[in-house]
Protein backbone atom coordinates (compact mmCIF):
# COMPACT_ATOMS: atom_id res chain seq x y z
CA UNK A 1 0.00 0.00 0.00
CA UNK A 2 0.69 3.84 0.12
CA UNK A 3 2.21 5.17 3.23
CA UNK A 4 3.67 8.50 4.35
CA UNK A 5 5.15 8.87 7.76
CA UNK A 6 5.86 12.10 9.29
CA UNK A 7 6.13 13.58 13.02
CA UNK A 8 3.20 14.66 13.93
CA UNK A 9 4.05 17.84 15.97
CA UNK A 10 7.82 19.69 16.52
CA UNK A 11 8.76 22.36 18.68
CA UNK A 12 11.65 24.79 17.70
CA UNK A 13 13.09 28.28 18.46
CA UNK A 14 13.02 31.14 16.71
CA UNK A 15 16.27 31.60 14.75
CA UNK A 16 17.38 27.76 15.05
CA UNK A 17 17.07 25.57 12.00
CA UNK A 18 14.91 22.80 12.22
CA UNK A 19 14.65 19.26 9.91
CA UNK A 20 10.87 18.03 9.05
CA UNK A 21 12.02 14.09 7.65
CA UNK A 22 8.74 12.40 5.99
CA UNK A 23 9.36 8.80 4.96
CA UNK A 24 7.46 7.04 2.06
CA UNK A 25 6.26 4.27 0.07
CA UNK A 26 4.29 4.87 -3.20
CA UNK A 27 2.77 2.77 -5.97
CA UNK A 28 5.75 4.27 -8.52
CA UNK A 29 7.28 7.54 -8.13
CA UNK A 30 7.12 11.01 -9.86
CA UNK A 31 8.72 12.97 -7.73
CA UNK A 32 7.69 14.78 -4.04
CA UNK A 33 6.54 17.78 -2.73
CA UNK A 34 6.68 20.07 0.61
CA UNK A 35 3.63 22.38 1.11
CA UNK A 36 2.94 24.62 4.34
CA UNK A 37 -0.26 25.15 5.59
CA UNK A 38 -1.35 28.06 8.33
CA UNK A 39 -4.29 26.98 10.57
CA UNK A 40 -7.51 27.47 9.04
CA UNK A 41 -5.69 28.07 5.30
CA UNK A 42 -5.21 26.59 2.33
CA UNK A 43 -1.63 24.51 1.61
CA UNK A 44 0.87 27.00 0.00
CA UNK A 45 3.44 25.06 -2.47
CA UNK A 46 7.07 24.93 -1.14
CA UNK A 47 9.45 22.81 -2.79
CA UNK A 48 9.19 20.13 -5.59
CA UNK A 49 12.35 17.18 -5.61
CA UNK A 50 12.40 14.82 -8.23
CA UNK A 51 16.26 13.96 -8.16
CA UNK A 52 17.80 13.05 -5.37
CA UNK A 53 20.05 15.63 -3.57
CA UNK A 54 19.54 18.96 -2.04
CA UNK A 55 17.30 21.59 -3.99
CA UNK A 56 17.70 25.08 -1.91
CA UNK A 57 15.11 28.02 -1.67
CA UNK A 58 16.24 30.32 0.27
CA UNK A 59 15.15 30.00 4.33
CA UNK A 60 13.71 26.67 3.18
CA UNK A 61 15.66 23.71 1.33
CA UNK A 62 14.34 20.10 1.39
CA UNK A 63 16.59 17.00 0.44
CA UNK A 64 15.60 13.37 -1.33
CA UNK A 65 16.75 9.50 -1.25
CA UNK A 66 14.16 8.09 -3.81
CA UNK A 67 16.58 4.38 -2.93
CA UNK A 68 15.27 5.27 0.71
CA UNK A 69 11.79 6.31 0.10
CA UNK A 70 12.96 9.16 2.59
CA UNK A 71 12.83 13.14 2.32
CA UNK A 72 13.64 16.07 4.48
CA UNK A 73 12.34 19.63 4.59
CA UNK A 74 15.33 21.91 6.33
CA UNK A 75 13.97 25.28 7.48
CA UNK A 76 16.89 27.99 8.78
CA UNK A 77 16.39 31.04 10.66
CA UNK A 78 13.25 30.28 11.93
CA UNK A 79 10.47 32.98 12.32
CA UNK A 80 7.38 32.90 14.13
CA UNK A 81 5.49 33.36 11.33
CA UNK A 82 6.83 29.70 10.06
CA UNK A 83 4.23 28.06 12.99
CA UNK A 84 2.08 26.27 10.65
CA UNK A 85 1.76 22.39 9.29
CA UNK A 86 4.09 20.86 7.02
CA UNK A 87 3.07 18.69 4.30
CA UNK A 88 4.83 15.88 2.79
CA UNK A 89 3.22 14.67 -0.33
CA UNK A 90 5.18 12.32 -2.86
CA UNK A 91 3.42 11.52 -6.31
CA UNK A 92 2.23 8.12 -7.35
CA UNK A 93 2.32 6.44 -10.67
CA UNK A 94 -0.65 7.98 -11.46
CA UNK A 95 0.69 11.27 -10.94
CA UNK A 96 -1.66 11.62 -7.99
CA UNK A 97 -0.16 13.04 -4.25
CA UNK A 98 -0.46 11.12 -1.28
CA UNK A 99 -0.90 13.09 1.66
CA UNK A 100 0.63 13.21 4.55
CA UNK A 101 -1.25 14.10 7.94
CA UNK A 102 1.65 16.94 7.92
CA UNK A 103 3.85 18.05 10.50
CA UNK A 104 2.65 20.94 12.90
CA UNK A 105 5.75 23.06 13.69
CA UNK A 106 5.43 25.51 16.56
CA UNK A 107 8.12 28.18 17.30
CA UNK A 108 8.82 29.97 20.46
CA UNK A 109 10.27 32.74 20.96
CA UNK B 1 -5.48 37.98 -10.83
CA UNK B 2 -7.68 35.76 -8.11
CA UNK B 3 -6.36 32.34 -8.68
CA UNK B 4 -8.50 29.90 -7.51
CA UNK B 5 -12.32 31.00 -6.00
CA UNK B 6 -14.44 28.98 -3.77
CA UNK B 7 -17.80 29.06 -2.68
CA UNK B 8 -19.27 29.00 0.00
CA UNK B 9 -16.42 30.04 2.60
CA UNK B 10 -18.58 27.61 5.15
CA UNK B 11 -22.18 26.37 5.40
CA UNK B 12 -24.08 24.24 7.65
CA UNK B 13 -26.77 22.03 5.90
CA UNK B 14 -28.96 19.42 7.22
CA UNK B 15 -28.30 15.79 6.49
CA UNK B 16 -30.29 14.57 3.40
CA UNK B 17 -29.90 18.02 1.56
CA UNK B 18 -27.87 18.56 -1.53
CA UNK B 19 -25.08 20.95 -1.89
CA UNK B 20 -22.97 22.43 -4.62
CA UNK B 21 -19.73 23.44 -3.81
CA UNK B 22 -18.33 25.51 -6.26
CA UNK B 23 -14.89 26.44 -7.44
CA UNK B 24 -13.60 28.07 -10.67
CA UNK B 25 -9.81 28.68 -11.47
CA UNK B 26 -8.43 31.87 -13.82
CA UNK B 27 -5.36 30.65 -14.83
CA UNK B 28 -6.38 28.46 -17.63
CA UNK B 29 -5.30 25.45 -16.01
CA UNK B 30 -6.40 21.99 -17.64
CA UNK B 31 -6.30 20.00 -14.61
CA UNK B 32 -8.40 20.40 -11.40
CA UNK B 33 -8.85 18.54 -8.21
CA UNK B 34 -11.18 18.35 -4.99
CA UNK B 35 -9.52 17.45 -2.05
CA UNK B 36 -11.43 16.56 1.56
CA UNK B 37 -9.05 17.59 4.86
CA UNK B 38 -10.11 15.91 8.12
CA UNK B 39 -8.36 16.70 11.05
CA UNK B 40 -6.00 14.04 11.61
CA UNK B 41 -5.30 12.75 8.68
CA UNK B 42 -3.63 13.97 5.11
CA UNK B 43 -5.76 15.65 2.15
CA UNK B 44 -7.40 13.03 0.54
CA UNK B 45 -8.53 12.89 -3.22
CA UNK B 46 -12.46 12.84 -3.76
CA UNK B 47 -12.66 13.28 -7.95
CA UNK B 48 -10.36 14.83 -10.51
CA UNK B 49 -10.38 16.27 -13.83
CA UNK B 50 -7.35 16.58 -15.95
CA UNK B 51 -9.62 18.46 -18.85
CA UNK B 52 -12.44 20.18 -19.96
CA UNK B 53 -14.88 17.15 -20.21
CA UNK B 54 -13.06 14.40 -18.62
CA UNK B 55 -13.47 13.34 -14.54
CA UNK B 56 -12.05 10.51 -12.66
CA UNK B 57 -12.30 9.47 -9.58
CA UNK B 58 -9.99 9.46 -6.62
CA UNK B 59 -9.44 8.11 -3.21
CA UNK B 60 -13.00 8.58 -1.87
CA UNK B 61 -15.50 9.30 -4.46
CA UNK B 62 -18.81 7.36 -2.72
CA UNK B 63 -21.00 10.29 -1.86
CA UNK B 64 -19.95 12.96 -4.31
CA UNK B 65 -20.13 13.78 -8.00
CA UNK B 66 -18.60 16.33 -10.32
CA UNK B 67 -18.74 17.92 -13.67
CA UNK B 68 -16.04 19.84 -16.08
CA UNK B 69 -18.38 21.55 -18.44
CA UNK B 70 -15.20 23.85 -19.21
CA UNK B 71 -11.79 24.86 -18.36
CA UNK B 72 -12.87 27.21 -15.27
CA UNK B 73 -14.98 25.64 -13.54
CA UNK B 74 -15.07 22.65 -11.52
CA UNK B 75 -18.22 21.87 -9.01
CA UNK B 76 -18.56 19.29 -6.31
CA UNK B 77 -22.19 18.01 -5.69
CA UNK B 78 -23.15 16.35 -2.49
CA UNK B 79 -26.56 14.70 -3.59
CA UNK B 80 -27.57 13.61 -0.14
CA UNK B 81 -25.39 14.95 2.75
CA UNK B 82 -24.56 13.07 5.26
CA UNK B 83 -22.68 13.58 8.72
CA UNK B 84 -19.65 11.97 7.57
CA UNK B 85 -19.30 14.76 4.78
CA UNK B 86 -18.59 16.99 7.91
CA UNK B 87 -15.29 18.45 6.57
CA UNK B 88 -13.22 21.28 4.96
CA UNK B 89 -13.21 20.90 1.43
CA UNK B 90 -10.14 22.16 -0.83
CA UNK B 91 -10.61 22.56 -4.50
CA UNK B 92 -6.84 22.74 -6.18
CA UNK B 93 -5.18 23.19 -9.95
CA UNK B 94 -2.36 22.98 -12.01
CA UNK B 95 -1.11 22.67 -15.68
CA UNK B 96 -1.67 19.71 -16.25
CA UNK B 97 -2.53 16.36 -15.13
CA UNK B 98 1.12 15.14 -14.28
CA UNK B 99 4.37 16.16 -12.27
CA UNK B 100 3.04 19.98 -11.97
CA UNK B 101 2.44 21.95 -9.11
CA UNK B 102 -1.03 21.59 -7.42
CA UNK B 103 -2.58 25.51 -6.14
CA UNK B 104 -5.39 25.54 -3.91
CA UNK B 105 -8.16 27.64 -3.21
CA UNK B 106 -9.52 28.82 0.14
CA UNK B 107 -11.31 25.90 1.15
CA UNK B 108 -15.22 25.23 1.74
CA UNK B 109 -15.73 24.63 5.65
CA UNK B 110 -19.16 22.30 5.21
CA UNK B 111 -20.93 20.69 8.26
CA UNK B 112 -23.46 18.47 8.08
CA UNK B 113 -26.08 17.94 10.89
Known amino acids: GQNIDQPTEMTATEGAIVQINCTYQTSGFNGLFWYQQHAGEAPTFLSY??LDGLEEKGRFSSFLSRSKGYSYLLLKELQMKDSASYLCAPMDSNYQLIWGAGTKLIIKP | IAGITQAPTSQILAAGRRMTLRCTQDMRHNAMYWYRQDLGLGLRLIHY???????GKGEVPDGYSVSRANTDDFPLTLASAVPSQTSVYFC????????????FGPGTRLTVL
Open chain 2, 92 to 103: ASSDTGGADTQY
Open chain 2, 49 to 55: SNTAGTT
Open chain 1, 49 to 50: NV
